[in-house]
Nanobody
């Protein structure tokens, strides 16, 4: 089975930094685009950043210039470097990927369970 596991969340003061990781494991044939989402209490889920297999990136306006998404295809891992954090960045952050399992000829959207990021003084 394929699974995504996020790590790196925690409590940080405004202006601080965190680096999130999302590792994909299991019976994987290939991984295409990957992304980070977040959801704060009483708010809808927000797309934060995306990255293609070749490394092309896109960002939400709210994080542009502060966050950087990257990937290491050899490690099947995607990262989110978060700098200059603000209280409004507080949310559960989840990664997803378009992943082809070894047992299926197409790609499936697969989600991790999330990691909590809290920005507060």
């Amino acid at each position: 089975q394929v699974q995504l596991v996020e790590s790196g969340g925690g409590l940080v003061q405004p202006g601080g930094s965190l680096r999130l990781s999302c590792a994909v494991s299991g019976s994987i044939f290939s991984i295409d685009a990957m992304a980070w989402y977040r959801q704060a209490p009483e708010k809808e889920r927000e797309l934060v950043a995306t990255i293609s297999y070749g490394g092309t990136t896109k960002y939400a306006d709210s994080v542009k210039g502060r966050f950087t998404i990257s990937r290491d295809n050899a490690k099947n891992t995607v990262y989110l470097q978060m700098n200059s954090l603000k209280p409004e960045d507080t949310a559960v952050y989840r990664c997803n990927g378009n992943i082809r399992p070894t047992w299926y000829s197409g790609f499936l959207v697969t989600w991790g369970q999330g990691t909590q990021v809290t920005v507060s003084s």
